[in-house]
């Protein structure tokens, strides 16, 4: 009996490890920058390009940033939720529109409905670079003091709205 | 007749960038980070929109005299360790570069003393004078022997 039990103990091991493997999504790329300071910069909005933008313009407040494109599909299937969000009015909402044309941001808002207190326009990219944004949609969850507490990457579902951010909205207003 | 051939024009090529030994450096940087959407591919090889914004991005920093590990640390600080296409040797990644090699080295000595075990038991029975007469006997094919 005990000549079984090693070969079994290691293949039951191998099970265990290969099937914590198959829940796990190979492509994610963790965010180095959770626990840091978002990363300044200054861009104009899309609605009113005379006005900018900072993430220190929010300071003292626990905000989203969302990327997000007209030409994102994955972007149409998190709306519903953002929407559900911002309506909700527990946390503003800013849109970063990533490497898209005025015109075509303009007309997605109008046509699916606009959930941002504000989009703003980051036309080449540099400002997503920045932000270690690799594939839009992606949201940031930013605290009081400018320390970005959160990364989702790829579309927000109403189990992520209800599991994890929410509640963390929730204590990061307490802090 | 022949003149009438398409007509020649005899000069230098142009290179296909302005800076040649400049986009070889790039090259050499890009070489060394991983493409982030195409993910087992390099920066350098890869055709994604993302893999043309960073090559860019180290273009003008190279441009504006950043190294090599400027530009890497500028990278790493905003993917992580995943866009260098080498993974780093730290503790983190102990396993993965150690790994295959301490599993073959585990299979080899296991495989060592299951044979030397194997040798061990082969070699131990000692027959005495008249067992080794009966082996030989039954060896020959001699049927009787059995029965005796």
Known sequence: MNRYLLPLGVFAALVILLAVGLTLNPREVPSPLIGKPAPPFRLPQLHQPEQTFAPADLKGKVWILNVWASWCAACRDEHPVLTDLANSRIVPVYGLNYKDKRDDAIAWLKRYGDPYDASIFDADGRVGIDYGVYGVPETYIIDKQGVIRYKRIGPVTPEILKEKIVPLIAELNRG | ?148
Not at chain 2, 23 to 40: F, G, K, P, W, Y
């Open chain 2, 1 to 148: 007749m022949l003149s009438l051939g398409c007509p020649a024009w005899a000069g230098e090529a142009q290179p296909a960038v302005a800076d040649p030994a400049l986009e070889d450096r790039v090259t050499a940087v890009a070489s060394e980070l991983r493409c982030l959407v195409c993910q087992n591919q390099t920066l350098a090889d890869s055709n994604a929109p993302l893999a043309v914004d960073l090559r860019n991005q180290i273009r003008e920093r190279m441009r504006e005299g950043a190294s090599e590990r400027d530009i890497i640390g500028f990278m790493v600080e905003r993917y992580g360790d995943f866009v260098l296409y080498r993974p780093p040797f730290k503790a983190a990644t102990l396993l993965l570069w150690v790994g295959p090699i301490a599993l073959m080295i585990a299979g080899l000595a296991a495989l060592y003393y299951r044979l030397a075990r194997r040798r061990r038991e082969v070699a131990k029975p000692e027959l005495s004078g008249e067992e080794r007469a009966r082996a030989a006997a039954l060896l020959a094919g001699d049927a009787d022997a059995e029965k005796r």
